[in-house]
Nanobody, 120 residues
Framework: VQLVESGGGLVQAGGSLRLSCAAS????????VGWYRQAPGKERELVAH???????NYVDSVKGRFTISRDNAENTVYLQMTGLKPEDTAVYYC???????????????WGQGTQVTVSS
């Protein structure tokens, strides 16, 4: 199973980006998926999470600005980011629990990350 993030880039403060996390390989089902970010010199933090039943949670600093969603048919999870601030600058990673076959346990996977840079 591979997770591939895309959609990062350079944007001015106040702008928007939509990140995608596409899962590929042998996939029976995808459970919870989280978007994390890591800025230079800082620890990786969970930004948003969506469960298999579409329950969502966000870190306080992005509430009202970021929206996480999923397309189960496409094995893809999105992070819509609006009202971007310079402090949102980081490498964004997706993390997913994936069941490869019926009856298997979920295994946890990380993507390689995509850079988001917000200029002031």
């Amino acid at each position: 199973v591979q997770l591939v993030e895309s959609g990062g880039g350079l944007v001015q403060a106040g702008g928007s980006l939509r990140l995608s996390c596409a899962a590929s390989g042998t996939i029976f089902s995808i459970g919870g998926v989280g978007w994390y970010r890591q800025a230079p010199g800082k620890e990786r933090e969970l930004v948003a999470h969506i469960s298999s039943s579409d329950n969502t949670n966000y870190v306080d600093s992005v509430k009202g600005r970021f929206t996480i969603s999923r397309d189960n048919a496409e094995n893809t999870v999105y992070l819509q980011m609006t009202g971007l601030k310079p402090e949102d600058t980081a490498v964004y990673y997706c993390n997913a629990d994936v069941r490869e076959r019926p009856g298997n346990w979920y295994q946890n996977y990380w993507g390689q990350g995509t850079q988001v840079t917000v200029s002031s």
